[in-house]
C-alpha cells in the first residue's frame, strides 16, 4: 500500500493530510500561492510530505491516491464572482437549470424568489445522440 493525500486548497492555505504505507497520518499548510518557492501547492505539500525536492519527480508507485477539493471554486460560486459564463445547451432546453426540479425549502410559498443563475446568457444548438450514442441530429458548423 502506498501513499494517499487528501487536500483542500483554499484562497489563502493549502491544507495537506497525508497518510502513510504504515497508516500514520501527516499534515501540512502551505500558502496557496506562493510563485517564489513553488508553482503548485498541492503537488509542494506531497512532495514535502514524501521528502522530496521540489524539482525531483515522485517515483512511480509512490502514490495510491490523492484526493482534492477546492474552496476557491464553492467560494467563488457562494459569492457569486468569477468569469462571465455562457451556457451552451440542445435546443429546447434553454430553461432546463431555471425550472429545475421544483425543490424549494418551504414548498407553499406563494412569493417563490429563485436564485439568480450563473450564468449570463444561455445559447441553444441543434444537435443530439441517442441513448445507444448513436448521432441523431448532427451538430451545427
Known sequence: ???????????????????????????????????????????????????????????????DAVKMGTTVATNALLERRGERTLLVVNRGFADALRIGNQTRPRLFDLDIRLPGMLYERVVEIGGRVDADGREVATLPD
Open 1 to 63: 500500500m502506498g501513499w494517499q493525500f487528501w487536500i483542500d486548497r483554499g484562497g489563502t492555505f493549502t491544507d495537506v493530510i497525508a497518510r502513510a504505507p504504515d497508516g500514520s497520518l501527516t499534515t501540512r499548510k502551505l500558502l496557496s500561492q506562493n510563485p517564489g518557492n513553488y508553482r503548485d501547492a498541492a503537488v509542494a505539500g506531497i512532495k514535502t510530505v514524501l521528502g522530496l525536492p521540489l524539482a525531483a519527480p515522485v517515483p512511480p508507485g509512490t502514490i
